[in-house]
């Protein structure tokens, strides 16, 4: 992870310590994600059986848990573990519960009232990422929301083997349905439906490059499903002033570093020479990591930048648009109003990243890739779906009726005109 002065790099330069890792392979892992969605929309479950073999690696008979596997497997879970999983689950719902759908009805001409209505989507698709670090926690975070809204379908598909700890707080949350299933044969098989894996009209979840490929490909097809964000590999920018703990940051950075190679972290100082304190501390705290290795490949794609004030670095993490964000300065409150484009924020030195992560009650599926400029972290309402009645009475129709026959007659809409002229001629 190198440290660098901002002001002395060229634009160019600029742009290749902001960019992603995983956006430098897109075109090739578009290519190949492209192929498996084609194959199982065509094939069904003869090329997802394949699939769940060769990239998998499932050897399972079962590609569905039983109720009675989903039973046995909550039983299986470490008492302290359960108590962990419990206390963050009420606090997630908590926060959640609490993001009421806001009903409008309104008059908003005499004779015409407006309203607004919300309905719970019919059917959803959650992803638990799995594979080297199951996230117990991920399947909490998008099913609660599920349950809150009160989705009639609800179905949970990850990479095998499923630690039974995703499966106990799966269930806590109400789902039912849980698939050994990874990857993008995952999200295609949630889109499109196979034999065994029913189709659902919104996938929720993060991935690695080829489940966000796959969600984007299945969100742009019209008999796909729609997504909830472009949730990809997890990503942290820590802005710090020379006060900060390099500890604590070191600590930051390499919690996020280690979710998995194609991660990335950025820290944004204000003197090199505290920056060089950061870089020495990871560099102790890594060796005792078990996932150092992993980390490292993050590292190697991660860096520090030296900027000379807080507007700029303000300036910078508003440009690269980070999924979590966190601060540790001395006035934080100041540069909050300040910060437009983060996933998360993480206030203080006694707020750890990991707090959102767990148990803290905010979700932590969030937007990556720099998509925080116009998608927000993942809410209850995100569940739902909204949409509008009008109503109108004969006065209301009869007097706002010249205002919509002219504007239909300039777009030459003549049909649209005659609906109202009819109608104010039986008046």
Known sequence: MEVKIWKELSSKEQEAALMRPAQASSDKIREIVTSIISRIRKEGDTALFEYSKTLDKFEGENIEWTAEEISAACKRVDADLKKAIDTAYENIAKFHAEQKPHHIKLETFPGIVCETHTHPIDSVGL?????????????????????????????????????????????????????NLGGAQAIAAMAYGTESVPKVLKIFGPGNQFVTMAKRIVSNDAQGASIDMPAGPSEVLVIASDSANPEYIAADLLSQ???????????????????????QKVDEQLEALPRKEIALKALSKSTAL?????????????????????????????????????????????????????????NHTLPTYGYAKTFSALGTDDYRRRYTIQRASKEGLKEISKTVTTMASAEGLD????AVVVRVKDI
Do not use: W
Not at 335 to 352: C, E, H, M, Q, W
């Open 127 to 179: 992803y638990v990422p799995g594979g080297s670090a199951p996230l117990v926690s991920t399947a909490l975070m998008l099913a609660v929301p599920a349950k809150i809204a009160q989705c009639p379908e609800v179905i949970l598909c990850s990479p095998p083997p499923i630690s039974d700890a995703i499966i106990y707080a799966a269930s806590k949350a109400g789902v039912k349905r849980i698939f």
């Open 306 to 362: 030296v900027v000379d004030s807080l507007d700029e670095a303000a300036e910078l993490s508003n440009r690269y648009a980070p999924e979590h964000l966190i601060l540790q300065i001395d006035d934080p409150d100041s540069l909050i109003g300040k910060l437009r484009n983060a996933g998360s924020i993480f206030v203080g030195a006694y707020t750890p990243e990991s707090l959102g992560d767990y148990a803290s009650g905010t």
């Open 257 to 279: 570093a280690e979710h998995g190679p194609d991660s990335q972290v950025i820290l944004i100082a204000l003197s090199q020479e505290f920056a060089n304190k950061v870089m």
């Open 415 to 418: 049909a649209h005109r005659n």
